[in-house]
């Protein structure tokens, strides 16, 4: 079967730097998407990688490495408002978007 | 970036009758857009993947005479939840895409029925 891991929960203090994995069995591959979800809003989309490497926007990166079925987000500087949760999700073969459950993220003053 | 339109945000409604969500987007146009549910402290769970022009595709499990999907332009899907229960209660989302992007969702709708 298809399936998306990553955390259930972190926390971080602010101005700190977190990571939040995310490991994906798919069938096929398409890309991969990093959502963040305040709570009671629909997603924000943050980045996508197709390619394996590291993609940099401003505080937040994302890395993929296909051959490990593996993807990082990076933020850093962390502020208050990035309390959220935190969705991977991977387009299989069949370019259906396969949803991990979510890491709720939690920053201390 | 794109901008994607949902309306209601929010909803109140009496069991048994229906409700009509819409979805625009604003700024581009799409052929293809989807319809989320999401259930509280949940992943969103792909309910149908609306298609302009033609009938809309719904995943395994989702009823396709309780929700109906509408997508008669390239800017607008519209999902009914028809005959709505308490159990329909829930957090709606559509997203959009440009290309083979579908990075672009919703405000989203809480429907609640009483």
């Known amino acids: 079967g298809q399936n998306i891991d990553q955390p259930t929960e972190m926390t971080a203090t602010e101005g700190a730097i977190v990571q939040i994995n995310c490991t994906y069995q798919?069938?096929?591959?398409?890309?991969l998407f990093w959502y963040q979800q305040h709570a009671g809003e629909a997603p924000t989309f943050l980045s996508y990688?197709?390619l394996d490497g590291l993609e940099e926007k401003g505080r937040f990166s994302s890395f993929l490495s296909r051959s490990k079925g593996y993807s990082y987000l990076l933020l850093k500087e962390l502020q208050m408002k990035d309390s959220a949760s935190y969705l991977c999700?991977?387009?299989?073969?069949?370019?259906?978007?396969?949803w991990g459950a979510g890491t709720k993220l939690i920053i201390k003053p | 970036g794109a901008v994607v339109s949902q309306h209601p945000s929010r909803v109140i409604c009496k069991s048994g009758t229906s409700v009509k969500i819409e979805c625009r987007s604003l700024?581009?146009?799409?052929?293809?857009m989807f319809w989320y549910r999401q259930f509280p402290k949940q992943s969103l769970m792909l309910m149908a993947t609306?298609?302009?022009?033609?009938?809309?595709?719904?995943e395994q499990g989702v009823e396709k005479d309780k929700f109906l999907i509408n997508h008669a332009s390239l800017t607008l899907s519209t999902l009914t939840v028809t005959s709505a229960h308490p159990e329909d209660s829930s957090f709606y989302i559509c997203?959009?895409?440009?290309?083979?992007?579908?990075?672009?969702f919703g405000q989203g709708t809480r429907l609640t029925v009483v």
């Open positions: 798919t069938s096929g591959f398409n890309g």
């Open positions: 999700a991977v387009r299989d073969s069949n370019y259906q978007l396969i």
């Open positions: 609306s298609n302009e022009g033609s009938k809309a595709t719904y």
């Open positions: 700024d581009f146009q799409a052929t293809t």
């Open positions: 990688n197709v």
């Open positions: 997203s959009a895409g440009q290309g083979v992007t579908e990075a672009f």
